[in-house]
């Protein structure tokens, strides 16, 4: 660039968060003195409006060409000045971001040292900001549809909304059938609906919209692309049970295989072919491949040739212009013999006892354990929540607390000279669910509150005996049980470490997916174009999901009702002459965003600017500095590198 | 080593995590040692070696390269990359007369402020016990031109 670098630097107090430990006016002072630098000022708060015209009047007065900002993290405030810049008739890729409160005054209590430190970051942006070029936004054409990913409550939720705005949906599930955990829930608290129900009005008012693709036992497998375009490689895993299928019954009856079916959380066994349940969507047959030993006994018998044990999986490519992923949750799973589990028939989980009571689950709603109807049941909330059990997290898991009291209220309803406790830290039937609680006193149910982990005792008979400390009394209890019901809360996902490889979302301590900013970007990915809903967020009630998913698609659809959105243009570019070919770019790349093309009859490598995500390995690895990252060559580090020491 | 030396560092932080973390060191009010200046990239796999010797050349006592932990980069495997790429840098380093300890490199997740402090101040003391680079900036610099002949 032959015209006159000219550098604007401002630096900023924060109040009192920056200039309490930095000397702002020493900083600003210093910084006046840079190559380059034609002015350098100190504001109480750049990033308040009359902070950002400060900046718009001395572009235009002092005719800047650069623009350098001294304040918080660039991932509060870079959009921000790249925008009042901008409006000043500046390109916004002429600016650059200094972090000297995150990473400085908020660290370091000594003055003179922060003082230094804030000194050099200046210095090394600045001779960074000199080398920088204008760059334009990479402009990118809309795709109308959306890949929704996770068939339970939140993505039936989003899924539905989108359509209704008329966008395209696809919906991968990767079970055989909708509806998630939801479906499997025979009563909701608050809401008074049954599960399947619920599930049934969402699916059916998805079936009866045009631009709604459903698939079922499939997977994501491969997205690539940003906002706007995004790829996607859906896989579809074979049923081996085509629509054919009448549902008579007589494959069951003949396969030879038993596992337990997780469908009912265990609690009764299913075959390897087999009906999801009652309520299924789509309401087929299917093969669990992994059970199945490929005797052919169904086959034999389907009267309708519906069973084909030799169907391939088959992929299909979708070009979409949002993701929403909501994947849900998975109970938790206790270690063997934690609180009792698996040691006795006698012992349940939560999910367990509610397909127990549901009236259209496998008892017909009949409490029976051990051919017996139970007389004390005993309920020990906060299994794997709030750090009780090995792998516990120690967040609430949200749901347990309700749909214990409502699981209570049942037992106390169907069995009425039935004694049951419940065992539990801290009661957080929140909100309206706190009726159920106090609906749970009146109706004689007992609680006892506890610090220490329960012990559960397991005779060799299989009768159960709880030790708790009742915190209220300090004394211990020792309540024989009949029937023991863990209220095992949420984990994350069982599946969500693989799904997470495939859709690149970050996730908390925890390990559930966290959005964006739970404040100021709630169910959004920090990727653009990426949502989160539901309970793969953390745990959440069936109202919450559906609340989330409605929230993730009304998001979704700033991107959506646009034409064009802009990407950032921090890409990898090619400088043709100076490549040689040698590729080693291609192995780099984990997008598959370069290729070659022929040019006066030699090869060189060229970037898809779209499916390009800017991660600058190629860069790293390419021997002649042919391929540069845009915004970050390495012109532009290697000054900010060199300007290390002064 | 002399009283009162304080080593200079140069960290490269990846957008998406070990910058994040730093910033949460801040917003959490953790104490972290002065000596380290970050320089952000969109990822770990951007450093390139070249940038690291500049970065000795031009006064750091100790680079630090950070990203995302192996199986999280939001690239997918750029820190992949850069593991081998320090693992071969580090052997040359030696040869150059740059002590491949003054090179470190560490996954530090978004959420992992505690991580981040941690290794901040582990690399100042490690660096405080080999006390300043010595640079012999002619030499070196014949071998920098050297090495760019071969590319």
Redesign the interface.
């Known amino acids: 660039m032959s015209e006159e670098v000219r550098v604007g630097v401002y630096i900023c107090h924060c109040g009192t968060n920056i200039a309490g430990t930095v000397d702002v006016e020493e900083v600003t002072r210093y910084a006046s003195t840079l190559p380059g630098v034609v002015i350098a000022r100190s504001y109480i708060f750049m990033c308040s409006e009359p902070g950002q015209q400060l900046i718009k009047d001395d572009i235009v007065k002092y005719k800047l060409n650069r623009v350098v900002v001294a304040a918080c993290s660039p991932a509060l405030h870079e959009l921000t000045f790249r925008r009042a810049v901008e409006e000043a008739g500046l390109n916004p890729y002429l600016f650059e971001m200094v972090n000297i409160r995150e990473h400085n005054s908020w660290v370091h209590p000594d003055k003179v040292q922060a003082t230094e430190k804030a000194k050099d970051l200046v210095r090394m942006a600045v001779a960074k900001a000199i080398e920088l070029k204008p760059l334009e936004d990479i402009k990118v054409e809309v795709n109308k549809s959306a890949l929704v990913v996770g068939g339970g409550i939140a993505g039936l939720a989003a899924a539905l909304y989108l359509a209704r705005m008329g966008f395209m949906v696809h919906l991968v599930e990767r079970k055989p059938t909708l509806g998630g955990h939801t479906a499997r829930i025979p009563f909701i608290t608050y809401l008074g609906v049954r599960g399947d129900e619920l599930v049934e009005s969402y699916v059916k008012a998805l079936m009866a919209m045009p631009n709604v693709k459903i698939y079922v036992n499939s997977d994501v497998v491969l997205l690539e692309g940003g906002a706007g375009a995004f790829k996607a490689r859906i896989r579809m895993r074979p049923r081996y049970v085509s629509a054919k299928c009448n549902l008579c019954g007589e494959c069951e009856k003949v396969c030879p295989v038993e596992v337990p079916n997780e469908y009912e959380y265990g609690l009764v066994r299913r075959k390897a072919i087999f009906l999801p349940f009652e309520k299924a969507y789509p309401l087929l047959y299917a093969i669990d491949m992994e059970a199945c030993t490929r005797c052919g006994a169904c086959v034999n018998v389907c009267p309708v040739e519906a069973i084909d044990l030799e169907e391939t999986e088959k992929h299909e490519d979708v070009t979409v212009g949002v993701v929403i992923l909501a994947t849900g949750f998975d109970p938790y799973e206790p270690e063997r013999e934690e609180f009792g589990y698996k040691l006795s028939d006698r012992v349940l989980t939560l999910f367990q006892i509610q397909r127990l009571l549901d009236e259209r689950g496998p008892t017909k709603g009949e409490i029976v354990v051990n051919g017996k109807i139970p007389k004390t049941i005993v309920f020990i909330a906060c299994v794997g929540s709030m750090g009780v059990g090995r792998k516990a997290g120690r967040y609430c898991s949200r749901m347990c607390c309700s749909t214990i009291m409502s699981c209570a209220l049942k037992i106390r309803e169907r069995i009425p000279d039935s004694t049951v406790f419940i065992i539990g830290r801290d009661i957080r039937t929140y909100g309206y669910e706190e009726d159920l609680y106090w609906k749970a006193l009146e109706g004689d149910v007992r609680f006892v509150r506890y610090d220490e982990w329960p012990e559960v005792r397991v005779t060799t008979e299989g009768s159960i005996e709880v030790l708790v400390r009742d915190v209220t009394v300090g004394e211990y209890l020792l309540i024989p049980a009949d029937l023991l019901v863990l209220g095992v809360g949420a984990s994350p996902g069982k599946y969500l470490k693989e799904v997470l490889k495939v859709i690149r979302v970050g996730c908390g301590d925890e390990g559930f997916v966290r959005e964006a900013h739970l404040k100021l970007r709630p169910v959004e990915a920090p990727t653009e174009g990426i949502y989160v809903a539901g309970a793969v967020t953390g745990p959440k009630s069936v109202v919450e999901s559906i609340t989330h998913g409605m929230a993730a698609a009304s998001r979704a659809s700033s991107i959506l009702s646009k034409d064009y959105v802009s990407a950032e243009p921090m890409i990898a570019m090619v400088n043709e002459d100076l490549c040689s070919g040698c590729l080693v770019c291609i192995g780099m790349c984990p997008y598959n965003a370069i290729t070659t093309k022929t040019l006066d009859g030699r090869r060189v490598a060229r970037v898809n600017p779209i499916v390009c995500m800017g991660c600058g390995t190629c860069v790293a690895a390419c021997p002649s500095g042919a391929m540069q990252q845009q915004g970050l060559e390495d012109r532009i580090l290697l000054a900010q590198i060199r300007a290390f020491s002064r | 080593m002399s009283e009162g030396y304080e080593p ?1 560092i ?1 960290m490269f932080a990846c957008n ?2 070990s ?2 973390a ?6 959490s ?4 040692p ?1 000596n380290i ?7 770990s ?7 690291i010797i ?2 000795f050349t ?3 006592d100790g680079v630090l390269v950070t990203g995302c932990r192996i ?2 980069c ?5 820190n992949y ?2 593991l081998r ?1 320090i693992i071969l840098l580090k052997k040359a380093l030696e040869q150059l007369g740059i002590e491949s300890e003054r090179l470190r490199l560490e996954w530090i ?3 992992d402020a505690k991580r981040f402090v941690e290794i901040a101040v582990d690399t100042v003391e490690r660096l405080r016990k080999l006390g300043p680079l010595k640079r012999h900036f002619d030499e070196l610099s014949r071998v920098i031109e050297e090495v760019r002949g071969i ?1």
Do not use: N
């Open positions: 200079k140069l998406w995590c910058y994040a730093a910033d949460l060191a801040g917003t009010r953790m104490k972290v002065h200046r970050i320089v952000r990239v969109m990822c796999g951007r450093v390139d070696p070249q940038l500049e970065a031009s006064g750091a199986g999280d939001h690239y997918i495997e750029g990359k850069t790429r997740a978004a959420s590319e």
